[in-house]
């Protein structure tokens, strides 16, 4: 994912004797994009990022004050040593305060400190109070015209990368009250085979074989006998599920829009009969419709698709998106303004190629889901979250029949969030969660709606990495499920963890027969990050890459879809990194599994 990102400025307050080293090479810092939360009545838990933005290293950071406008610091541990933060590192530092604090309101924040040799520095910035919980909003309204393409015959462009934004996300999970975290069974990893593994099934475990650089965010979807996969930057179809052939996006739409870009998301809509392919563009999204029997003529050129502009919701660039599919809406996400904005747009119109008339969410209310993925499997209700602690979880909903959406405040056992634990190394010495340990959000990167299975559950669950710690040896994927039938109510918490490796980016999908079936990486000291599939409760993970080259910098997320024909089949688009002549590159899979 390509991100750009702003941040607040830190200004050296010194003698221009003590700050020579500095002159030469202005550092900068913030406390970019803190989070908050209202606890125990009036008492406001903090977390703050400090970050250098700067071009060198800051040795000997340390916070030695915290202020809020209207508050008394009461809970915190200064002076805080971070010691050095590298060009791009972050350190968060925890407080908490008292006062006459109200619910979406903003107050003015100073973290005060020193670094290398007593220089001392200050740092303002404004700190927000999420909406109060429970509450709900009325989404608003827009549209956006169809256009046509086919004949892939538009000149070919470099894609419009931008610098990462997810160097400052815009929120910080602070701490909340402790509550005790219970670790469910280590999870074992067998390697996949085609055919009869006991209990699973792989029938396919395929290469695209399309050149798609290092980051490979893949993502996909199968229906009508057409596979059609995206990554990062490039596309392609297999009719039938053989080969893939690779296709430029560039060269299939205008470059307009502020030029393509990257983080692709596809779903199949079986209602429909439609492939659904969302690509960011620099001014905002694009959402192209296809039927597999169209793809197949068209050799995928031919698409009827919508532009939607950021700048005509109010916001600026659009990022990291995500589909799901209800009943007769598709739910599209993105990281827009300070926060998670949701689109719903009527499927049968998406059909027809008619103008689409969609409703959206105001991300304003949904900071702490910032980078969020929409729970799968949506049915009648669409469902996401974000963590408004480390011990709670702010669920969000909107009924397909209504214009209202929703959030309320799941209690949760207390999950490890100090960042310098999020970190794994690979065999060559080369950390693989680099990009993750920049992430003070902890995004919910997997989320499913389950319903039906022996029980006829009706629950939502929620998937994220968590750093070691809190007796995790080493980061791991947690997991919420929440009883959708009883106000919410927490079902079970657990975990995706082991002794020698970390586990992350998890993606999940269920059926009608109520299984989670779950993707996700791996990676640690003896082993190079993988790509791996299975069912929660199996305590299992699959492995399907045979990866032999490291990376600090793989993408965001796997991807997982119920598969276009029997209940117990899934289709999974994850990624391995290989050794080749010119670096490391991706090893983007297609895979089918599922019960025997």
Same mark, same amino acid.
């Given at each position: ?126 700190? @927000? /109070? ?8 009325? &989404? #608003?309204? +827009? $549209? *956006?015209? !169809? ?126 009969? @439609? /492939? ?8 905002? &999204? #694009?959402? +192209? $419709? *296809?039927? !597999?029997?169209g793809i197949r003529a068209s050799r995928g050129t031919a698409w009827t698709y919508w532009d939607i502009p950021s700048a005509s919701l109010g916001y ?117 969660? +680099? ?162």
């Open positions: 994912m390509i991100r750009r990102g702003l941040c607040l400025a830190l200004f050296l307050l010194a003698a221009c004797r003590s700050v020579v080293p500095f002159q030469r090479k202005p550092s900068v810092l913030c406390a970019c994009y803190p989070g908050s939360a209202l606890i125990a009545g009036n008492k406001l838990s903090v977390a703050i990022p400090i970050v250098n933005n700067g071009p060198v290293p800051l040795p000997d950071v340390t916070v030695t004050a915290i202020s809020v406008k209207g508050g008394t610091l009461v809970d915190t541990k200064l002076p805080y040593a971070i010691h050095t933060l590298k060009s791009g590192d972050r350190a968060v530092v925890f407080a908490s305060f008292d006062g006459a604090f109200a619910p979406d309101h903003t107050y003015a924040m100073t973290v005060e400190g020193t670094m290398a040799n007593g220089i001392p520095f200050i740092t303002q910035s404004d700190l @927000r /109070v999420p909406p109060r919980s429970p509450g709900e909003a009325i &989404a #608003r309204s +827009a $549209s *956006a015209m !169809p256009h046509k393409v086919s004949g892939g015959k538009y000149p070919p462009q470099t894609p419009n990368f931008r610098p990462e934004v997810n160097r400052n996300p815009k929120w910080a999970v602070p701490l909340g009250p402790h509550r005790p975290l219970k670790r469910t069974s280590e999870t074992k990893l067998e390697r996949a085979q085609l055919g009869d593994p006991p209990g699973i099934v792989f029938d396919r475990n395929q290469p695209l074989g399309i050149d798609s650089g290092l980051i490979g965010e893949p993502s996909g979807g199968a229906g009508g006998g057409i596979v059609f996969a995206t990554g990062n930057f490039f596309a392609g179809y297999s009719d039938g599920g053989g080969a893939f052939t690779p296709l430029d996006p560039t060269t299939i739409f205008p470059n307009d829009l502020g030029g393509y870009c990257c983080d692709q998301i596809v779903q199949y809509a079986p209602t429909i009969d @439609r /492939v659904i392919w969302y690509l960011q563009y620099g001014e905002g &999204a #694009r959402i +192209a $419709s *296809a039927s !597999p029997a600026g660039d659009f990022d990291f998106p995500d589909l799901s599919l209800g009943d007769h809406f598709l739910y599209a996400s993105t990281d827009a303004g300070p926060g998670l904005l949701v689109m719903r747009l009527p499927l049968d119109e998406i059909r027809d190629g008619l103008t689409v008339h969609f409703s959206y969410t105001d991300p304003n209310k949904s900071t702490m889901a910032y980078f969020g993925h929409l729970a799968q499997n949506a049915h009648d209700e669409i469902f996401w979250a974000g963590h408004n602690t480390n011990s709670s979880l702010r669920v969000f909903s909107w009924k397909e029949s209504s214009a209202t959406y929703a959030w309320r405040d799941v209690a949760l056992g207390s999950w490890p969030n100090d960042l310098a634990n999020m970190t794994a190394a690979l065999p060559d010495g080369q950390d693989w969660l +680099a990009m993750l340990r920049g992430d003070t959000v902890f995004f919910v990167a997997g989320a499913t709606r389950v319903l039906g299975g022996p029980s006829q559950a009706n629950q939502v669950w929620f998937g994220w990495t968590a750093p070691s710690g809190n007796d995790f040896p080493a980061p791991h994927v947690e997991i919420a499920a929440v009883d959708r039938a009883n106000d919410f109510a927490l079902v079970s918490q657990g975990q995706v963890w082991s002794n020698t490796y970390a586990f992350a980016y998890p993606a999940f999908t269920s059926a009608a027969d109520g299984e989670v079936a779950m993707a996700l990486e791996y990676g640690g000291r003896t082993e190079w990050e993988q790509f791996a599939v299975g069912f929660w409760g199996d305590f299992t993970a699959w492995i399907l890459t045979s990866s032999n080259a490291g990376s600090t910098r793989y993408g965001d997320y796997v991807t997982i879809r119920p598969g276009s024909g029997s209940d117990h089949r899934y289709d999974a688009f994850g990624f391995g990194v290989n050794s080749s002549p010119s670096g490391p590159v991706n090893d983007t899979r297609y895979v089918i599994f599922g019960r025997p």
